[in-house]
């Protein structure tokens, strides 16, 4: 239960838990402990924080529907073999 509480009271504090917690039920989130919060930072970290050499972001409006398009440029980092 500590273990759960002091999780709530750092989410206040942590953006990414703020984020992550918006999106799931409030009665899972109330399962998480402190080592699994720290294991979804590290994997969500790589995803979120990466910054690239070219980011380009474009809402485009259609009609009565708005797409938008992504164009990112950067240094491969990902795995040589890909699934």
Not at 29 to 45: R, S
Not at 55 to 70: A, E, G, N, Q, T
Request: overall charge positive.
């Amino acid at each position: 239960m500590s273990q759960n509480h002091s999780k709530k009271n750092s989410s206040k504090k942590d953006p990414f838990e703020q984020q992550l917690f918006t999106r799931i039920p409030p009665e899972i989130v109330a399962t998480f402990t402190n080592a699994q919060l720290t294991e979804l930072k590290k994997a969500f970290n790589d995803r979120i924080y990466k910054r690239h050499f070219v980011d380009i972001r474009v809402s485009i409006p259609f009609f009565v529907k708005r797409f938008y398009v992504v164009f990112l440029l950067g240094k491969e980092k990902r795995f040589k073999k890909r699934e």
